[in-house]
């Protein structure tokens, strides 16, 4: 079974205009609500792919609920840890002649909540995956990713990791299955800059050196490189589409990369299939449906 873990979810309340005066009223367009959350996306695109996951994290208050029934509706099995206090967060992402978003700070998460997440953590299985996505909060430890892999460490649980700066690289030592940086945040981590495509190649056995098992860089018009575990180098052009969303796509991949893998148990058709589904979420107002990433996989 395939987990993911969405510390501080969120409904993304999207405004379309065709521009904002400030000081104002304002009166949108359009407007579209999505279920938000870096590892809520990957549940979602592994459901358009007839994948089955069970969504973890937290939710608080009416949005909480909003988002536990809406995912359940749309065949995303989730076990969210309900909190005591505060409200999931709503985020306001205004689309005008200039894109601006306003994101809520979401509830504080308490000790023995906390430590549910973990205990639940504990029911996983070996050959099971588990995707810890996107930032910790405030209100809990930073080194919240290392105690999760130590603890589930030696129990032969695929673990992948799409995090930033010293979050990813401090959890390496851990041998996650997969690690997903952008080649800029792979810049960032590394302190270097990549001129060409050997480059980071190159940064990305680095990664793979530090101890992760499969590294996948993606770098958006430019397609996406995967180091194996046998070190091999995979390359993967980009389907030809408009961009209009850039939102999730990184987190489509990772859902395709993982579906393709348990479907096929090859890197290739992986880095394919993982390929399709960020570009299908890049040419949607939305996350990737199953028909686009079908149609674009047959260009691949």
């Given at each position: 079974?395939i987990y ?5 979810p969120?409904i993304d ?5 065709s521009?904002v005066?400030?000081?104002?009223v ?13 590892g809520?996306?990957v549940s979602t ?14 939710i608080a208050g009416?949005?909480g609920?909003a988002?536990e029934n809406?995912?359940?509706e749309?065949?995303?099995?989730t ?6 206090n505060?409200?999931t967060?709503?985020n ?9 978003d306003?994101n ?6 308490d000790?023995g ?6 205990n ?7 050959n099971?995956?588990l ?8 209100t809990?430890p930073?080194?919240t990713y290392e105690?999760i892999?130590e603890?589930l460490s030696?129990?032969g649980?695929n673990?992948v990791v799409?995090a930033?700066r010293?979050?990813?690289l401090n959890v ?7 690690v997903k940086p952008?080649?800029h945040?792979?810049?960032e981590?590394?302190g ?9 190649i190159?940064g990305?056995r680095?990664?793979?050196?530090m101890?992760a098992?499969n590294v996948?860089?993606?770098?958006a018009g430019d397609g996406a490189?995967l180091?194996?575990?046998q ?5 993967m052009g980009?389907p030809k ?8 796509a990184g987190d489509?991949?990772?859902a ?5 893998y348990l479907r096929?148990?090859?890197y290739k058709?992986?880095?394919k299939?993982?390929t399709?589904?960020g570009?299908?979420?890049?040419f949607?107002?939305?996350?990737a449906?199953?028909e ?9």
């Open positions: 079974m993911t873990v969405t510390f501080n969120a309340y999207v405004l379309h205009l521009e005066r400030s000081g104002e304002n009166r949108a367009d359009g407007e579209e609500i999505y279920f938000g959350g870096k809520i996306n695109v592994l459901n358009n792919l007839g994948c089955d996951s069970v969504a973890l994290g937290f009416f949005t609920t988002i809406g995912l359940r749309s065949g995303v099995e076990d969210f840890i309900r909190l005591k505060g409200t967060r709503i306001v992402k205004i689309k005008a002649d200039t894109e601006t306003i809520g700070c979401g509830p504080g998460i000790e909540s906390a430590e549910e997440l973990l639940r953590l504990d029911m996983l299985k070996e099971d995956y995707v810890l996505a996107g930032s910790i909060p405030l809990m930073g080194d105690r892999m603890r030696g129990r649980i673990i799409d930033t010293e979050l990813l390496l030592k851990y041998r996650p299955f997969l952008n080649n945040e792979l810049e981590m590394l270097e800059t990549f001129d060409d495509i050997d480059g980071v190159g990305a680095r990664l793979r050196e101890g098992r996948l860089v993606s770098m490189v180091v194996t575990e070190d091999e180098v995979l390359r980009v589409g408009k961009v209009k969303n850039s939102v999730g489509s991949m990772v395709g990369f993982i579906c393709g096929y148990g090859s058709e992986a880095l299939l993982g399709a589904c570009s299908a979420t890049a949607s107002p939305g996350l449906e199953r686009l990433i079908e149609e674009l996989l047959k260009t691949l």
